[in-house]
């Protein structure tokens, strides 16, 4: 019966006995992002399996649907006790792909996270610099607010305690948003503040940091931002490597980028909602970091 086994059943076989991740793929968890939950990742889940047989897949199954309006830093808080358990069994560590608003979730767990494990960061279209722009999201929670006037509500107290508030990054208030924004602009150091160190340090763990994003995403304004470009005043795209965070390395994206840690990876023809179920991006941007 052996010789009938092949790699991929001899791994599913030690994964049984808990020896997968010394042996075959590490585990990959995933924060899924705003208004969805654990049934939308039910594909991307299964195209990992069948790519690379044995991976133990999960899906935090946390702040799903409304309740992924929460606060970006009490969702961190539920998604640390979610996830530490499971680091803590990965010897060898994990890779985490954290979508849309998921993925400044994951900045924030591996920003204050001093002891993780995770190696490969999968960034799936995320507004890593903020968002800025009108889709229907924003339509349906201000009915009666266009983006030019939003920062109104996002820029206050009662706001910052909506998750799409913590991000929105309007470049026409600038100095409001430095103001109240209570994650944004600390994650991205440009809001100075005493653990700065801290966090680049833990942030800078991880051994692969890999942006996924593209011109025809539909939701993410601009779609640089997945990139961490992002629009100045004119609303003119300054490209990553322009941007004042990067070039004080505020929180370690230029380490990450001079130690060879970043990959940059730009597709167009996909759609916010299709990141996750599409073959070609996860075999174009994903695959190769999930070993
Ligand atoms: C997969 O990971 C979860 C979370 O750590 C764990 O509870 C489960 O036992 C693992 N499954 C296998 C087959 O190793
Ligand atoms: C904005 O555009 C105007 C006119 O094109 C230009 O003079 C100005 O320098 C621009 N400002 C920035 C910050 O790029
Ligand atoms: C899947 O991704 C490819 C590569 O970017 C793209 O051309 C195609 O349109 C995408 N399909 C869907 C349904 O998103």
Same mark, same amino acid.
């Given at each position: 019966m052996t010789e009938l086994l092949n790699v991929s059943g001899l791994l599913l076989m030690l994964c049984g006995v808990n020896l997968c991740d010394t042996?075959?793929?590490?585990?990959?968890?995933?924060?899924?992002?705003?208004?969805?939950?654990?049934?939308?990742?039910?594909?991307?889940?299964?195209? !990992?399996?069948? @790519?690379?047989? &044995?991976?133990?897949?999960?899906v935090i199954d946390l702040y799903d649907n409304m309740a992924s309006l929460t606060p970006l830093w009490k969702q961190v808080l539920g998604f640390k006790k979610a996830l530490y358990p499971i !680091?803590?069994? @990965?010897?060898? &560590?994990?890779?985490?792909?954290?979508?849309s608003q998921g993925g400044l979730i994951c900045r924030g767990l591996l920003s204050t996270l001093p002891d993780?494990?995770?190696?490969?960061?999968?960034?799936?279209?995320?507004p890593q610099a903020g968002q800025y722009g009108d889709t229907a999201i924003l339509n349906w929670l201000f009915p009666h607010y266009l983006k030019a006037k939003v920062f109104h509500i996002c820029y206050s107290s009662i706001g910052q305690e909506l998750s799409i508030c913590n991000f929105w990054n309007d470049p026409h208030q600038k100095e409001r948003f430095l103001k109240t924004s209570k994650y944004l602009a600390l994650l991205n150091g440009e809001k100075p503040h005493s653990k700065m160190t801290v966090w680049r340090e833990n942030f800078l763990r991880i051994s692969k940091l890999v942006l996924i994003g593209g011109p025809d995403d539909g939701v993410i304004t601009p779609w640089e931002s997945s990139q961490f470009g992002f629009y100045d005043n004119n609303e003119t795209i300054v490209e990553m490597k322009n941007q004042n965070w990067y070039v004080t390395d505020s929180f370690g994206l230029k380490t990450l980028h001079a130690r060879g840690d970043l990959a940059v990876c730009v597709l167009s023809g996909v759609k916010h909602a299709n990141w996750h179920n599409n073959e070609t991006v996860f075999r174009s941007c994903i695959e190769e970091w999930l070993t």
């Open positions: 042996l075959g793929y590490k585990p990959v968890i995933i924060v899924h992002g705003l208004f969805d939950g654990p049934k939308q990742f039910v594909q991307m889940a299964r195209i !990992i399996e069948k @790519a690379h047989p &044995g991976t133990n897949v999960s !680091i803590q069994e @990965a010897k060898n &560590g994990v890779h985490l792909i954290c979508f993780h494990n995770v190696q490969s960061f999968i960034s799936l279209s995320s």
